[in-house]
């Protein structure tokens, strides 16, 4: 058995497989896809004292940090299952989509979220080219250009916010007929004298020429008309979903599937953690995931010396 298993290899799990391995105590770490979201990011400008990175590099130098120490890497491996263990101080199992199953004393879970698609043409191809999901990582490459957020709840809205200070305009496209953020968010967002507000809207295509964003079609839901506007980039904001379907029923989430841990990132389950994108802590951020990975290490070789 391990003595920390971790599940997730993205920056929460790489950091948490690190730190635990620094111990010299027996870690393993079991990952879908090593690296996680970064993978799929193009610029890093905000992992401090890395002044500018791409996600590729970014992703091959976590793994190449985590084989320098005796880390056991269980790449393409999806965790199915988790059982709890059966008396205090017994071993946590997760079971595997291959069939295997792994025993341990401690399980860090750092499975990491996706970003909720629109799912309309356009979104894929121009991703990175003008489709954006993540305001604090991306906001500054629209700097001076137009751009949409699409979603007009609280992320939307402080999306919209933040972008209105650094692009040269911001057209919140809401599907409902209105605005569904926290009043004062709204409040601030009419205040600001760069931001248009279409509600009712339905967007329909995310249009692009040379293989850039040109702009955004959308249809009035109440007149079914159709409608055009120029704008550089495209902000989706209509949700960050956890990747955490696999343990409901047996750990603690909130209302939005996030794992629910403490400070130290316990979670309801003795000897379980957990750390980054897929729990309660705030904000999502590489730096942020990094470093609850390392309290989650840290964390667990505590209980390992406790019990
Ligand atoms: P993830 O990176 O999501 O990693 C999760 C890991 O768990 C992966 O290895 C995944 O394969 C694995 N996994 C998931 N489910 C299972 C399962 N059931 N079994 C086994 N393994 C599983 N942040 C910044 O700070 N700066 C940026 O510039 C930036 N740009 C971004 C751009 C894009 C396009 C995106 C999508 C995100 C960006 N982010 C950025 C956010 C950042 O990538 C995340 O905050 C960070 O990767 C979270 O790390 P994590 O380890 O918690 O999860």
């Known amino acids: 058995a391990f003595d920390v298993l971790i599940i997730g290899g993205g920056p929460a799990g790489a950091?948490?497989?690190v730190y635990a391995a620094r111990k010299g105590i027996r870690?393993?770490?079991?990952a879908e896809r090593f690296g996680g979201q970064v993978n799929d990011t193009l610029a890093i400008e905000n992992y401090i004292s890395v002044l500018e990175t791409d996600g590729p590099k970014f992703a091959a130098a976590l793994e190449a940090h985590t084989r320098a120490y005796d880390v056991d890497i269980m790449n393409l491996q999806r965790a199915e299952k988790l059982i709890p263990a059966a008396q205090p101080g017994g071993l946590v199992?997760?079971?595997l989509a291959n069939g295997g199953s792994l025993k341990a004393k401690t399980v860090i879970l750092?499975?990491?979220a996706r970003w909720r698609n629109v799912n309309v043409p356009g979104e894929a191809e121009y991703k990175n080219k003008g489709v954006a999901y993540c305001p604090h990582c991306d906001g500054p490459l629209f700097k001076g250009k137009r751009v949409s957020v699409i979603g007009g709840g609280n992320s939307g809205i402080e999306a919209a916010i933040d972008l209105a200070?650094?692009?040269?305009h911001v057209?919140?496209?809401e599907f409902a007929d209105q605005l569904k953020a926290d009043a004062v968010l709204v409040k601030k967002l009419h205040s600001l004298p760069n931001v248009t507000v279409i509600t009712n809207a339905q967007t329909t295509e995310i249009t692009g020429a040379n293989g850039k964003v040109n702009g955004l079609s959308y249809k009035d839901r109440a007149t079914g008309a159709e409608h055009h506007v120029e704008l550089e980039g495209v902000f989706v904001q209509i949700g960050l979903v956890p990747n955490?379907?696999?343990l409901k029923g047996t750990v603690e989430l909130s209302k939005f599937g996030e794992i629910l841990v403490d400070a130290k990132g316990q979670t309801n389950l003795p000897g379980v953690f957990a750390a980054g994108d897929c729990t309660t802590v705030p904000y999502k951020q590489i730096v942020i995931a990094a470093g609850a990975g390392a309290t989650a290490a840290l964390s667990a070789f505590d209980h390992l010396i406790r019990n």
Do not use: R
């Open 171 to 173: 057209t919140v496209v």
């Open 110 to 112: 750092s499975t990491g």
């Open 93 to 95: 199992e997760v079971q």
């Open 15 to 17: 950091a948490a497989a």
């Open 27 to 30: 870690t393993g770490v079991a």
């Open 165 to 168: 200070g650094l692009v040269a």
């Open 244 to 246: 955490t379907e696999w």
